[in-house]
């Protein structure tokens, strides 16, 4: 080994030493800031359905935790899509969040020829708020099934 490769060596052992020590205090010094304006939770569905009612019940909940009011907004349309594309399109800071679900992140890919968002990469899970049920119902003249 020479003495350069020793000097590499040593350099960067200490390198990731230094950032292994000092991100606890990076991240600690960014927690406090955040957040340092009001965010964002979107809806991707009318105001008044389910979707709406259990985001405001969340921000209503987080707020006072985060000492900043949450701001609901709702942005829907195209099955989701409206408010996926402004989500995915805003700066990823942590202050707009999209309330998604399976139609967002799984169902809209097959059923659209092109979305302008890419669920596997535009979004970052943070939590689950809660479970909506899907019902199946048809016409049972219609549609000769019984279960």
């Known amino acids: 080994m020479t003495q350069q490769d020793n000097f590499g060596s040593r350099w960067s052992r200490r390198a990731v030493l230094g950032a292994a020590l000092g991100a606890p205090f990076a991240l600690s010094a960014r927690a406090d800031d955040y957040p340092s304006r009001p965010p964002h939770m ?4 009318a105001a008044g359905g ?3 009612v259990l985001t405001r019940i969340a921000a209503e909940q987080v707020g006072p935790r985060l ?12 099955g989701g899509n409206i ?3 402004y989500v995915a399109r805003s ?3 942590g202050y707009t969040l999209l309330v998604a679900g399976q ?3 799984a169902i809209n890919k097959a059923l659209y020829k092109k979305i302008a968002y890419d ?5 970052a899970f ?9 019902v199946l119902l048809v016409n049972p003249q219609a549609v000769p099934v019984n279960s």
């Open 42 to 45: 979107v809806v991707p569905f």
């Open 50 to 52: 389910p979707t709406d």
């Open 67 to 78: 000492r900043q009011q949450i701001v609901v907004e709702s942005r829907a349309g195209a």
């Open 83 to 85: 408010a996926a594309e």
């Open 91 to 93: 700066t990823p800071d």
């Open 103 to 105: 139609a967002i992140l």
């Open 119 to 123: 669920p596997a990469t535009d979004f």
């Open 126 to 134: 943070v939590g689950m708020l809660g479970v909506i049920a899907n």
